[in-house]
């Protein structure tokens, strides 16, 4: 029972950090051609969560699938790990 907690708390964070990802994304528009050019504000608040949240991933990518795994690993930060644990789910098949 603890352990189904503990993967559907890992599954909500990954929701969560995919929300926020969305978010923080740096975007700008050009609102017309010869326009003026117009940029999303970011929320610090966002972006503190998201990076907690993503602290709190590192620290447990085991209890995602390997689709959310993929996902992740195009990110900087969750590259290596992922990396490594989908290495060796393959070496174990």
């Given amino acids: 029972m603890e352990n189904q907690k ?3 708390y890992y599954q ?3 929701i969560e ?4 990802k969305k978010k923080t994304a740096l975007k700008a528009q050009d609102l017309k051609p010869g326009g003026k050019i117009e ?3 970011i929320s610090i608040k966002d972006l503190k969560r998201r990076i ?7 620290k447990s990518l085991d209890f995602l699938s390997d689709d959310q795994l993929i996902e992740l690993s195009g990110d900087y930060s969750f ?4 990396y490594d644990i989908l ?4 070496m174990a098949e």
């Fill in 6 to 8: 503990t993967r559907e």
């Fill in 17 to 20: 950090y995919k929300e926020l």
């Fill in 39 to 41: 940029t999303k504000r």
């Fill in 52 to 58: 907690e949240v993503e602290e709190e991933l590192l």
């Fill in 79 to 82: 590259y290596k790990k992922t």
């Fill in 87 to 90: 290495r060796k789910k393959r």
């Fill in 12 to 14: 909500k964070l990954y």
